[in-house]
């Protein structure tokens, strides 16, 4: 299966957006023709819905941007682009759900003056007399089940949802968009040497050539941006659980789901690779340290650590999910993912055994980590 978009084509579909996005009055109606790309223009009576949430979109975000610094109405959209390349006949309702998913989460009425507020929440409704009731009713439920309610695990969040998805599986493959979105667009901020080194000659030549020198960039080492390779590691195992979780609930994915999940654990892969090779260049650089890393998490695979979640134990990656992911608040977050940033042999480690998680979900359609559930990160009795 090839994945669905690749790091580049991924950068042009945001110029694509973005030149439509900056144009004066919106040109929706192109914005609307990238999110389907191939597919034929939609009906009347379904192309005057995608355009007023298209609208309403660009009225409710206005200029708000993303934690990385685009354009935060840059989500929904793209996130609907990667469902219309993954399903052969996407339907107006999955469209208006993906376009509309963060509405509960990000366009609150405590963001905006009370005016502001009165005109997009009456904007809103307006949109939603245009559809007819049942249709409605599955909108509103499906917005309701994505939104994750504050202080809630991302784990309850995502055992709550897929409950539901056995019921609505659309629940799923929206879900899949939106993590491979998030996952993408986690480059937004970082171009470096390593988008254009193949990781795993790189693997090879630290393990099997005596004569490698390691890794040594024509360029300095980029400034540290709002998200460093400690958030990035967070983000891939928010992707982990997620995955494990669609695998363990076993599910029935549809083709379009299969194609979503296939893309979401090669983007993983990719960007776990990314950060190891970052970390090569800049932090770990003898290639004895990296190849002493390397085999460290080639035994730790082969001894089933990258099967489950353990206790703390011998191995610095026991307990490590726990340790260093799973927090009370976002204050613990902040301390913890700071603490992690600090130790960078520990961070290429953890890069080299999630590229390794990866791995196994693109290699077996059965792998899940033993231990995720809606109950929580859970060490397993390694003798099961």
Same mark, same amino acid.
């Given at each position: 299966m090839k994945p669905l978009i690749d790091t580049q084509e991924f950068f042009s579909l945001s110029s694509f957006l973005n030149y439509q996005l900056a144009g004066e009055p919106t040109n929706w109606r192109g914005?609307?023709?990238?999110?389907?790309?191939?597919?034929? #223009?939609?009906?009347?009576?379904s192309e005057d819905f995608l355009m007023?949430?298209?609208?309403?979109?660009?009225?409710?975000?206005?200029?708000q941007k993303r934690w990385l610094g685009p354009l935060a109405i840059l989500h929904?959209?793209?996130?609907?682009?990667?469902?219309?390349?993954?399903?052969?006949?996407?339907?107006?309702?999955?469209?208006?759900?993906?376009?509309?998913?963060?509405? #509960?989460?990000?366009?609150?009425?405590?963001?905006?003056?009370?005016?502001?507020?009165? @005109?997009?929440?009456?904007?809103?409704?307006?949109?939603?007399?245009?559809?007819?009731? @049942?249709?409605?009713?599955?909108? +509103?439920?499906?917005?309701?089940?994505?939104?994750?309610? @504050?202080?809630?695990?991302y784990y309850e969040y995502l055992g709550r949802l897929l409950r539901q998805a056995r019921v609505t599986p659309e629940l799923a493959v929206i879900k899949l968009a939106d993590r491979l979105d998030n996952t993408l667009d986690l480059r937004i901020d970082l171009q470096d040497f390593s988008e254009r080194t193949p990781a795993f000659q790189v693997i090879f030549d630290i393990?099997?050539?005596?004569?490698?020198?390691?890794?040594?960039?024509? #360029?300095?080492?980029?400034?540290?941006?709002?998200? +460093?390779s400690a958030m990035r590691l967070f983000q891939l195992y928010k992707n982990v659980v997620f995955l494990s979780m669609l695998r363990s609930e076993k599910l029935p994915l549809s083709k379009t789901a299969q194609k979503l999940f296939y893309s979401l654990a090669v983007a993983s892969v990719r960007e776990?690779?990314?950060?190891?090779?970052?970390?090569?260049?800049?932090?770990?650089?003898?290639?004895?340290?990296q190849r002493a890393l390397l085999l460290e998490a080639m035994e730790y695979s082969q001894n089933g650590g990258c099967d489950m979640i353990r206790e703390d134990g011998p191995s610095i990656?026991?307990?490590?999910?726990?340790?260093?992911?799973?927090?009370? +608040?976002?204050?613990?977050?902040? @301390?913890?993912?700071?603490?992690?940033?600090?130790?960078?042999?520990?961070?290429?480690?953890?890069?080299?055994?999630?590229?390794?998680?990866?791995?196994?979900?693109? +290699?077996?359609?059965?792998?899940t980590v033993k231990g995720i559930s809606a109950a929580g990160i859970i060490p397993q009795d390694r003798t099961v």
């Amino acid at each position: 299966m090839k994945p669905l978009i690749d790091t580049q084509e991924f950068f042009s579909l945001s110029s694509f957006l973005n030149y439509q996005l900056a144009g004066e009055p919106t040109n929706w109606r192109g914005i609307l023709k990238i999110i389907r790309g191939t597919h034929p #223009e939609p009906d009347p009576v379904s192309e005057d819905f995608l355009m007023e949430a298209l609208s309403f979109l660009g009225e409710a975000y206005g200029n708000q941007k993303r934690w990385l610094g685009p354009l935060a109405i840059l989500h929904p959209i793209r996130a609907s682009a990667l469902l219309a390349r993954a399903d052969e006949n996407p339907s107006t309702l999955n469209l208006l759900t993906v376009l509309l998913h963060d509405k #509960e989460e990000d366009l609150t009425q405590d963001r905006y003056n009370p005016e502001t507020w009165r @005109k997009l929440d009456a904007r809103y409704h307006q949109l939603l007399d245009k559809i007819d009731s @049942k249709a409605n009713w599955f909108l +509103n439920e499906r917005i309701a089940y994505l939104a994750k309610p @504050k202080g809630q695990k991302y784990y309850e969040y995502l055992g709550r949802l897929l409950r539901q998805a056995r019921v609505t599986p659309e629940l799923a493959v929206i879900k899949l968009a939106d993590r491979l979105d998030n996952t993408l667009d986690l480059r937004i901020d970082l171009q470096d040497f390593s988008e254009r080194t193949p990781a795993f000659q790189v693997i090879f030549d630290i393990l099997f050539v005596n004569s490698y020198q390691g890794l040594h960039p024509n #360029e300095p080492r980029p400034a540290v941006g709002k998200i +460093n390779s400690a958030m990035r590691l967070f983000q891939l195992y928010k992707n982990v659980v997620f995955l494990s979780m669609l695998r363990s609930e076993k599910l029935p994915l549809s083709k379009t789901a299969q194609k979503l999940f296939y893309s979401l654990a090669v983007a993983s892969v990719r960007e776990s690779q990314l950060i190891m090779l970052h970390i090569f260049a800049y932090h770990v650089k003898s290639p004895a340290e990296q190849r002493a890393l390397l085999l460290e998490a080639m035994e730790y695979s082969q001894n089933g650590g990258c099967d489950m979640i353990r206790e703390d134990g011998p191995s610095i990656l026991d307990g490590f999910f726990r340790r260093h992911f799973v927090y009370d +608040n976002k204050e613990m977050k902040k @301390k913890g993912l700071d603490d992690l940033y600090q130790n960078k042999r520990l961070m290429a480690l953890a890069a080299v055994t999630l590229l390794i998680v990866f791995a196994n979900f693109l +290699n077996s359609e059965e792998f899940t980590v033993k231990g995720i559930s809606a109950a929580g990160i859970i060490p397993q009795d390694r003798t099961v």
